[in-house]
């Protein structure tokens, strides 16, 4: 199996440093292929924009998904985004190692998302959900929250804009979430007891079933 994580911390010795280093070990421990974006690191520009593009379609009017699309057929995105698309069609399973903010993304993760995760290479032309671009990859969030269990009674809820809007968009198949919360506030033993339960779940990973999400034709959309 070819795995990318795509890991957004600033700190390689936070706990998501130590989440996203355990999943390197363990999967190529297993013979799986790795590939890590450290996003922070390569200094990955979350901004959308023109300089997306090493050149524009010359339509009168600008419209960044319309670029997108004229930038897939032409062949004409810029390095870095180019870069990411790549390892993501290399890839079979996508890790996303990210702290939780404010119910969401970090801003650097949303933005890669915005920009690699573009119209006509992920999605678009009635090609969506079930029936999207990226179906037959499979997807998992690895998160890690300042909060208590208790304020996130349902994580794949919680996490279901990112889950079902994006991931799941695009046609990915989206294993269960995993959560280690509240490291900051734990101590050792803890922390260790997290590492502990994650390394079970990437030991699972390749027998995990996908959270069930309705169809296409099941929302009635054909």
Not at 69 to 82: C, H, K, L
Not at 109 to 120: E, I, N
Not at 123 to 137: E, I, P, S, V
Request: with cysteine; aromatic share 12%.
């Amino acid at each position: 199996m070819k795995v990318l994580i795509v890991y957004a911390h600033e700190n390689p010795a936070s706990f998501n440093g130590a989440m996203k280093d355990l999943a390197v070990e363990v999967l190529t421990g297993q013979g799986h292929e790795v590939q890590v974006s450290d996003l922070y690191a390569q200094g990955f520009n979350p901004v959308a924009g023109k300089h997306d593009f090493t050149e524009l379609s010359g339509a009168e009017f600008y419209k960044y998904q319309a670029e997108q699309v004229a930038a897939g057929e032409r062949g004409t995105f810029a390095a870095d985004v180019r870069a990411e698309m790549d390892k993501l069609l290399w890839a079979d399973l996508v890790i996303f190692q990210f702290p939780m903010w404010w119910f969401h993304l970090p801003a650097i993760l949303k933005g890669w998302m915005d920009r690699v995760l573009a119209s006509g290479f992920a999605y678009g032309n009635g090609q969506m959900f079930d029936r999207g671009k990226l179906a037959g990859k499979r997807a998992i969030c690895a998160i890690t929250t300042g909060g208590p269990a208790a304020f996130y009674p349902d994580l794949a809820e919680s996490l279901k804009p990112i889950m079902f809007g994006i991931l799941y968009f695009t046609g990915m198949q989206v294993l269960p979430p995993f959560g280690a919360h509240a490291p900051v506030q734990a101590d050792d033993a803890a922390r260790a007891g997290m590492l502990a339960a994650y390394r079970e779940r990437l030991e699972q990973l390749a027998a995990t079933e996908p959270v069930k999400y309705p169809t296409m034709a099941e929302m009635g959309m054909g």
